[in-house]
């Protein structure tokens, strides 16, 4: 499997990222490789025709900005900074073609003016570009909280400003939005009621009996936020149907309510019946659906079921759960949408529009008295992420099986168009169901994607989207609009359309089925739902039962695992391959120590009290990780002299310690960057790139 390439740019030494970023790439299952950009060097590597960042073709980049010591020169030019870089950045990701992710890393100071107005500058000004997502300083703290963020003493010796376990954060931030771009979103969560939303039994508390403490409201807005954010919520309960939703009604600390639910089964049958019953109910396939219960068996019992449905048994306690799933991976929203955030009230719109259909005469009627409105017209730019979301997502009627990013429907290829497809009736908007890809090759207006809700399939809108591209070729004076098919796993409903068609039929490269409708005959195409073609509506109840397994085990992994980044920094240490720390026997506390710091910082440990730093695969950032290690165990700050020697062995730093401990008081931070100043500017650069 090719690995993805995730490129890393940054305005400060990003050297102790690369192992925590690694790790958790690998941890969540993204075969990837990292690259570091050289020290510094933002600018360059963003508008570099030929460097790293532009380069990428399939992964992500990442710029790293923090924005202390970087903004010299007052408002009107940390402005200016602001404007190049935007400007930057946008350009990249036009040029690249691969999400980029730009991270506000905290500042010394996150009140200082100039350094806020920086940031909402970035902020405001990649908003509207769907390739570009920025984490503010805020999110990145409020979803991975560090104690000890900065460390002064790294940053004056070689320009690292944060500590491990900031760095770990950071890693954590970029991998998780690299996941929320290249994992498949899940569109319904199937959520448990006792002991899930609330602390009891309804059967036994009584509806007014159970408790809504502080972590289960947190529960609860959150699936009130993934609501709002467009996915279905739906519940699952072995219980009276009535004592539910009269708590969902009646309880005062409720803040779910039946309202917000697009379905439940409430009832004594296995949950894993009843999500299948979900699903033909949504029209949606399992693979969609995230299932939430805080019982093991109840979970495991869905889980063997539904291998697809991404089954959660999070800790029982509320806040054990509420931080569980805070940090289950597949609940983050890469962008949302104005559809996404409309998506629930179109659910209920559907179910009238089904009550309707139910009652009509014949469909002939039913769907004569929709006054339905199709429109077809050109895409611009604030849909983008839209229609790449939607292609992603389509599968009853893709016609090519394809799939496209925002960047590949931004950057066109010359004289093709990108058209979208709105749809509307009497019970509300479908708002943005489809879109089209196409482009006039020689007499023919070749259609190389089409894509539509399965919400809208079946009401004549597929007709009327071919109707509307006839009349564009033959106003650019065409002769053929020009259709093609692959078959996919779920898209029988585009063949069934295509095959009803008065079109021509040919095979094209790769086993491309063409269907070629003359324009004037596209044109005039209407749907006849009684005695005429088929509908290509999808069967009532179907459900895809066949998708592919979900790994469980690696969401349910990161949530309770790599919740923190205190514990990817002790999960790595655990997992390091390097020989036990026992193997080297010294009487020494003070080496002991020294030697067992190493350890956790070099690939190879220390087998003797005089083996050397360098020739164990030490290298001058680890050096200054060895010496913040050493403040923190024995409160001695080690001199310059002391630390870049070539004489550098546990015995030799377990004596200088010693020492330093018997007579405090030289000022060690100015003795290191006197020595500093003593190097050149290529010198530094030098020692730096060397540890890259």
């Not at 050289?38 to 590597?45: I, L, M």
């Not at 993934?226 to 072995?238: F, H, N, P, T, V």
């Not at 002391?642 to 060690?668: K, Y």
């Amino acid at each position: 499997m090719t690995s993805l390439q995730i490129r890393v740019a940054a305005n400060f030494t990003a050297g102790p990222l690369a192992e925590p970023l690694e790790f958790v790439l690998a941890e969540a299952g993204l075969a990837a490789d990292v690259t570091l950009a050289p020290y510094g060097e933002v600018f360059q590597s963003l508008l570099d025709p030929d460097g790293a960042l532009r380069g990428n073709t399939d992964g992500a980049n990442v710029v790293l900005l923090r924005r202390d010591g970087w903004l010299t020169g007052g408002p009107a030019a940390v402005e200016q900074i602001a404007h190049d870089l935007v400007r930057a950045i946008v350009d990249c990701a036009a040029a690249s073609g691969v999400p980029h992710l730009v991270v506000s890393c905290p500042a010394d100071d996150p009140t200082d003016a100039i350094a806020t107005a920086f940031e909402r500058r970035l902020v405001d000004g990649l908003a509207d570009d769907a390739r570009i997502a920025v984490a503010s300083e805020a999110e990145i703290l409020r979803q991975y909280p560090v104690p000890d963020i900065h460390d002064h003493f790294a940053l004056a010796t070689a320009d690292v400003p944060y500590t491990p376990e900031m760095y770990a954060g950071l890693a954590l931030t970029v991998v998780r939005a690299v996941h929320a771009w290249r994992v498949p979103r899940p569109k319904v969560i199937v959520v448990d009621a006792d002991h899930t939303l609330w602390d009891g039994a309804v059967g036994e508390d009584g509806p007014l009996g159970v408790r809504v403490g502080p972590a289960h409201r947190e529960i609860q807005r959150l699936l009130l936020a993934q609501r709002d954010a467009g996915r279905l919520i739906c519940m699952a309960s072995k219980n009276a149907e009535a004592d539910v939703l009269e708590t969902l009604r009646r309880h005062p600390d409720m803040l779910l309510r039946a309202e917000h639910l697009s379905g439940w089964r409430i009832n004594w049958a296995p949950k894993s019946a009843n999500i299948a019953e979900l699903a033909a109910e949504l029209t949606l396939g399992l693979d969609s659906f995230v299932f939430i219960d805080d019982s093991p068996v109840e979970a495991a019992e869905v889980r063997a079921a539904h291998p697809a449905v991404l089954t959660l048994s999070p800790p029982s306690s509320g806040d054990g759960m509420l931080s569980y799933l805070r940090h289950c991976w597949p609940l983050d929203h890469p962008r949302v949408t104005d559809d996404d955030r409309a998506r629930a009230e179109r659910y209920r719109e559907e179910r009238r529009r089904e009550t309707a259909r139910s009652t009509a005469p014949s469909l002939a009627e039913f769907l004569a008295s929709l006054d339905l409105v199709v429109t077809v017209e050109p895409m611009d730019g604030a849909d983008a992420a839209r229609v790449a979301q939607l292609t992603q997502r389509v599968n009853q009627f893709n016609l090519a099986g394809t799939r496209r990013s925002v960047s590949e429907l931004i950057d066109l290829p010359p004289g093709a168009e990108c058209l979208v497809v709105r749809a509307r009736d009497r019970f509300g908007d479908y708002g943005l169901a489809g879109a089209v890809q196409a482009v006039a090759d020689g007499s023919t207006y070749r259609v190389d994607g089409l894509w539509l809700s399965c919400r809208v399939l079946g009401r004549g809108v597929e007709h009327r989207v071919l109707r509307a591209l006839g009349a564009r070729a033959v106003e650019r004076g065409l002769g053929t609009v020009s259709l093609p098919y692959r078959p996919a796993e779920r898209n029988q409903p585009a063949i069934d359309f295509l095959r009803n068609l008065p079109a021509g039929q040919r095979t094209g490269p790769e086993g491309t089925e063409f269907f070629d409708v003359p324009a004037g005959v596209a044109s005039t195409e209407t749907f006849q739902p009684d005695g005429g073609r088929p509908t290509a509506a999808p069967a009532p109840g179907a459900v895809a039962t066949t998708a592919g397994v979900v790994d469980n085990a690696t969401v349910d992994r990161i949530a309770r695992s790599l919740a923190d980044p205190t514990q990817v920094l002790e999960t790595m240490a655990a997992r390091r391959s390097a020989p036990p720390l026992a193997e080297l026997v010294t009487a020494d506390a003070t080496q002991a120590i020294v030697a067992k710091i190493w350890a956790e910082l070099l690939e190879f440990p220390p087998r003797t009290v005089d083996d050397n730093f360098y020739e164990l695969g030490g290298h001058s950032l680890l050096v200054v990780q060895f010496a913040g290690r050493v403040r923190d165990e024995f409160d001695v700050e080690l001199p310059v002299d002391v630390l870049f020697t070539d004489r550098f062995t546990v015995a030799d730093m377990a004596r200088a310690i010693n020492e330093r401990r018997a007579a405090p008081g030289d000022d060690v931070l100015i003795g290191m960057l006197a020595k500093l100043d003593e190097l050149s500017d290529d010198e530094v650069r030098r020692l730096l790139d060397a540890d890259r």
